[in-house]
Antibody
Framework: QVQLVQSGAEVKKPGASVKVSCKAS????????MHWVRQAPGQRLEWMGW????????KYSEKFQGRVTITRDTSASTVYMEVSSLGSEDTAVYYC???????????WGQGTLVTVSS | QSALTQPASVSGSPGQSITISCTGS?????????VSWYQQHPGKAPKLMIY???KRPSGVSNRFSGSKSGNTASLTISGLQAEDEADYYC??????????FGGGTKLTVL
């Protein structure tokens, strides 16, 4: 069965960076695109971007372009999402979600809470 | 890219039907039949309820249905049950391999 297991909660200071991982299992890792979605406390879901796990191509939401980097390690079946120059507004739960052919997400990670606080 | 517009909250009694709207534009909802709907209980990851506007994944109750008219997509839940109480989000393909989510709707089962 498909499983997406994310790394644990993080606490970071303003201006720092954070890197969240998402380990996939139960399917051929390089055959799918992985997306990242975040949700600030009490707020809506927000699409961040995606990576093609096969060829490494990426696409980012305009809001996050230049501050978010999504990478993958095919040997570890793991996707990473790094946010730099953290501010309090980046406090959120970050989810990885596996893309399905018609732009929907059937599988989600459990979420990783990132707290930005001085 | 602006969020899709959803009502902040809807409510209904057990057994009733409710509809949640999701209004976008001709750049997203209106141009593609690629709207999905997600149910999210507190502290949990979202769960796919509808994809491609009106299709249900295996295991999702047929009480959930989706439709679209122009720039507005809708999610209808019939025969409301207590466990349907949750937040619901629409999501649409927005062209150029990008996506946009709605603002979310809190469903209260009275």
């Amino acid at each position: 069965q498909v499983q997406l297991v994310q790394s644990g909660a993080e606490v970071k200071k303003p201006g720092a960076s954070v890197k969240v991982s998402c380990k996939a299992s139960g399917y051929t890792f390089t055959s799918y695109v992985m997306h990242w979605v975040r949700q600030a406390p009490g707020q809506r879901l927000e699409w961040m971007g995606w990576i093609n796990a096969g060829n490494g191509n990426t696409k980012y939401s305009e809001k996050f372009q230049g501050r978010v980097t999504i990478t993958r390690d095919t040997s570890a079946s793991t996707v990473y999402m790094e946010v730099s120059s953290l501010g309090s507004e980046d406090t959120a739960v970050y989810y990885c979600a596996r893309y399905s052919s018609s732009w929907y997400f059937e599988y989600w990670g459990q979420g990783t809470l990132v707290t930005v606080s001085s | 890219q602006s969020a899709l517009t959803q009502p902040a909250s809807v409510s209904g009694s057990p057994g009733q039907s409710i509809t949640i709207s999701c209004t976008g534009s001709s750049s997203d909802v209106g141009s593609y039949n690629l709207v999905s709907w997600y149910q999210q209980h507190p502290g949990k990851a979202p769960k796919l309820m509808i994809y491609e506007g009106s299709k249900r994944p295996s295991g999702v109750s047929n009480r959930f249905s989706g439709s679209k008219s122009g720039n507005t997509a809708s999610l209808t839940i019939s025969g409301l049950q207590a466990e349907d109480e949750a937040d619901y989000y629409c999501c649409s393909y927005a062209g150029s391999t990008t996506l946009v989510f709605g603002g979310g709707t809190k469903l209260t089962v009275l």
